[in-house]
């Protein structure tokens, strides 16, 4: 499994960014895809994602700025951030994670997104 992260860059708060993750061949037992950030000096986190019946899940930092869903046939994870924030910069992860018993997780690199005050 290959995930293929795009989209970050220099913003102004309050502006927007569309993150996108694409993800290589068809991947089978997901039990949800989703989008962490890491700032500087803290731990990775759950930014948003989707579980495998549909159900979007949200930090509540991020709730009703941003947006996330699939498009492609569902190739391609999308990370639509609005009124965006200082404290929204970091480095953003998508992810898969697999049902159990394989319960195993893949990340693909990171994507830088800064936003200026």
């Known amino acids: 499994v290959q995930l293929q992260a795009s989209g970050g860059g220099l913003v102004q708060a309050g502006g927007s960014l569309r993150l996108s993750c694409t993800t290589s061949g068809s991947i089978r037992n997901i039990n949800d895809m989703g989008w962490y950030r890491q700032a500087p000096g803290k731990q990775r986190e759950l930014v948003a994602r989707i579980i495998g019946d549909g159900t979007t899940d949200y930090a509540d930092s991020v709730k009703g700025r941003f947006s996330i869903f699939r498009e492609d046939e569902g190739s391609v994870m999308v990370l639509q951030m609005n009124s965006l924030k200082a404290e929204d910069t970091a480095v953003y992860y998508c992810?898969?994670?697999?049902?159990?018993?394989?319960?195993?997780?893949?990340w693909g690199h990171g994507t830088q997104v800064t936003v200026s005050s």
């Open positions: 992810n898969v994670h697999l049902l159990p018993p394989y319960n195993t997780h893949y």
